[in-house]
C-alpha cells in the first residue's frame, strides 16, 4: 500500500511570493490533515478535512493560507505571501475513520 | 488546556541500555495517546500508542507506561540500538485517531556504541 504522498519535497522561494503544496492521501483514508513543523518542535495542525469539508481551520492564519480538498482525495495548501516566519515543513496525514494517522515526509520551505 | 510537555528534550543512551521519555498532558478528554518516531527528513511514523483504559502496552522492545490519575505516560525503548536513534515525539488525542492531534516538542535521542 502506497503511503501519503507529498510534493515538492524542498521549495525555497523569496518573501512575499505564492507558493503551493500537494499531498495525495493512502487510498481510501477519508480524513486528511495538514500539519506545520517548525524546526526542532512537534507537528501543529493546520487544518482537518472530513471527506470534502474542512471541519477544523481554526489554526490555519486565513488572511495567507488557504487549502482546497477536490473531490474528497487529494488536497493542496497555498500560501500567497510567504512571510519569512512561514519557513518550516509542511506535513499532510491522512487517516481512515477512527484509525491512525499515517504521516507523508512533508514540504520543506525556506522563505529568502 | 491543549498542551503536551515532553522531557527530555534530549537524551543519551548506550547501546544496550533503556531509554525513556516522558509526557504529561492537561486536557482530561484526550483518549488517545500515540508516540511517533521520525528520522531526519522523513515524516513522523506511528511506533505505539495506548488508550486509558489499560496502564501499560507492549509491543516488541517498545512500551508504554499510562497514569491515568497522574495525567502522565511514558515511553520506554528496552535494549536500546544505534538504529533508534531519532526523535520521539508524544501526542494526546481524542477518539483514537481522526481527530488531530497534539504534539509534545519531541525528544532527540542518541544511542552510542
Known amino acids: 500500500e502506497a503511503g501519503v504522498v507529498q510534493s515538492p519535497r524542498y521549495k525555497i522561494i523569496e518573501k512575499k511570493q505564492p507558493v503551493a503544496f500537494w499531498c495525495n492521501p493512502i487510498?481510501?483514508?477519508?480524513?486528511l490533515y495538514w500539519y506545520r513543523q517548525n524546526l526542532g518542535q512537534g507537528p501543529e495542525l493546520l487544518i482537518r478535512?472530513?471527506?470534502?469539508?474542512?471541519?477544523?481551520d481554526s489554526q490555519l492564519p486565513k488572511d495567507r493560507f488557504s487549502a482546497e480538498r477536490l473531490k474528497g482525495v487529494d488536497s493542496t495548501l497555498k500560501i500567497q505571501p510567504a512571510e519569512l516566519g512561514d519557513s518550516a515543513v509542511y506535513l499532510c496525514?491522512?487517516?481512515?475513520?477512527?484509525?491512525?494517522?499515517?504521516f507523508g515526509d512533508g514540504t520543506r520551505l525556506s522563505i529568502l | 488546556q491543549q498542551q503536551v510537555k515532553q522531557s527530555p528534550q534530549s537524551l543519551i543512551v548506550q547501546k544496550g541500555g533503556i531509554s525513556i521519555i516522558n509526557c504529561a498532558y492537561e486536557n482530561t478528554a484526550f483518549d488517545y495517546f500515540p508516540w511517533y518516531q521520525q528520522f531526519p527528513g522523513k515524516g513522523p511514523a506511528l511506533l505505539i500508542a495506548i488508550r486509558p483504559d489499560v496502564s501499560e502496552k507492549k509491543e516488541g522492545r517498545f512500551t508504554i507506561s499510562f497514569n491515568k490519575s497522574a495525567k502522565q505516560f511514558s515511553l520506554h525503548i528496552m535494549d536500546s540500538q544505534p538504529g533508534d536513534s531519532a526523535t520521539y515525539f508524544c501526542a494526546a488525542g481524542r477518539n483514537s485517531g481522526n481527530t488531530p492531534l497534539v504534539f509534545g516538542k519531541g525528544t532527540r535521542l542518541s544511542v552510542i556504541a
Open positions: 496525514a491522512s487517516s481512515l475513520s477512527d484509525q491512525p494517522q499515517h
Open positions: 478535512y472530513e471527506n470534502e469539508e474542512a471541519v477544523d
Open positions: 487510498s481510501g483514508h477519508n480524513t
